[in-house]
């Protein structure tokens, strides 16, 4: 990853007249990447990388406000919500690491029961 300064410096010793050659002799590049770096420059590159959440079916927020109203709704339900498949709703909720596994108390058996059945 070159610097921002750097990219600068080449773009602009191409552009005070020198050849490729000379180019790739003093900055290494070939004429493609300068023409790259030429485009990026003239685009408002700053050298910082732009990090944009993608927009998605599922808003996150509504989810969890969904599901912490009604917990025992199934998948399916909560895609009807939002219009989607219940494969993207459980992508989502795991994501949000939220799990849909429901608490369950086990069920023993009496001894007597058990003992009178041999």
Known sequence: ???IDYIRRAVDYKD???TFRELKDAFDIPPE???QWKE???N???GTK???ERSRKIDKEKLKKAVGEKPDMYLYELARMFDCTPQAVFLMLEKLNI???KSSSLIMKSPKKSAQNL
């Open 16 to 18: 005070e007249g020198h």
């Open 44 to 46: 408002g590159y700053d």
């Open 33 to 35: 990447t300068y023409y």
């Open 40 to 42: 990026k420059l003239g």
């Open 99 to 101: 799990t849909r596994k």
């Open 50 to 52: 732009v990090f944009r």
């Open 1 to 3: 990853m070159y610097s």
